[in-house]
């Protein structure tokens, strides 16, 4: 009886990651042709709210982060150094709205 190696090199699922020194958050694709953007403002509003989803902010220099609070959801956005980022953040909408934003952004729909 052989027992044959399995190809590392090909993946049996996709988007599977092989290795786990790999990023896990999501990196954000190029934007589309037709992408809309986001109006995007100072931060403020919310003295205290959960992070529910998150971009890469290790390997971009701006990363996003799905945030709610006070029963509202909106997405920040974070640029420059991580030890003391340039924060803005979009309006607030009710979380069922914010995560469709939040795909479009994934997607590149949105930025």
């Known amino acids: ?40 403002h100072a931060s403020q509003r919310f003295a205290r709210f959960r992070v529910l989803a998150w971009t890469c902010g290790e390997h971009r220099e701006t990363w996003y982060e799905l945030c709610s ?8 956005r974070m640029s420059g150094d991580p030890a003391g980022p340039d924060v803005a953040q979009t309006h607030a909408w009710k979380l069922a709205e914010a995560q469709q934003v939040w795909a479009a952004l994934l997607s590149g729909h949105v930025r």
């Open 1 to 40: 009886m052989t027992t044959q190696t399995p190809d590392k090199s090909i993946s049996p699922i996709p988007g599977q990651i092989d290795d786990l020194d790999a990023c896990l958050a999501p990196h954000l694709p190029p934007l589309k042709d037709d992408a809309k953007p986001l109006a995007w």
């Open 69 to 76: 609070g006070g029963g509202m959801a909106f997405i920040r």
